[in-house]
């Protein structure tokens, strides 16, 4: 929700241009970075390090880059728990950012990423801050006169 501030809530205050925004961004970066990445096995290729390590590349990068987006996408509808925590993943997510980026750019075609997660916490709280709130509301000491009246009754 980094890039959508609160207009996730009502999708106003250019909601739709900023999920545009977002899912070019991250098409493009996923596009730059498969552009690098290929510079870089170029580069692998040019030294003649040998095939075993070229492969070795191509699939970790692709291995790294699968994980990545599934953990990403699965970020976007239910909090992490236990070893899959954003900061265990750091590395994994390092390695495999093109997976992320694209798991960014789908996710941005339905929704602002994480929205759903957050609608629901949202509502969630929403519903406890109502009860709390009608529980609250009132005089305290006339309801402290009710309580004693219905004390009374037989």
């Known amino acids: 929700m980094r890039f959508f501030g609160t207009t996730w ?21 996923a596009v730059v970075g498969a552009f690098a990445l290929r510079l870089g096995y170029e580069g692998l ?14 699939v970790m990068f692709a291995v790294c880059s699968a994980i990545a987006f599934r953990k990403t996408w699965e970020g976007f509808t239910r909090r992490p728990t236990g070893a899959a925590t954003p900061d265990a993943l750091r590395s994994l997510n390092t390695i495999g950012f093109i997976g992320v980026l694209l798991a960014w750019f789908f996710r941005t075609l339905k929704e602002a ?13 929403r519903v406890q801050y109502d009860k709390r709130r009608r529980s609250r509301t009132g005089n305290p000491a006339a309801r402290a006169g009710q309580r004693k009246q219905r004390r009374k009754r037989p």
Do not use: C, M, S, W
């Not at 290729?45 to 070795?56: P, S, W």
């Open 113 to 125: 990423p994480g929205e759903k997660l957050h609608r629901e916490e949202y509502e969630t709280a």
């Open 45 to 58: 290729a040019i030294a003649e390090v040998g095939g075993f390590l070229n492969a070795l590349v191509v």
């Open 9 to 29: 809530v009502e999708h106003d205050q250019g909601y739709g241009l900023r999920r545009a925004g977002v899912a070019v961004g991250a098409l493009a970066a």
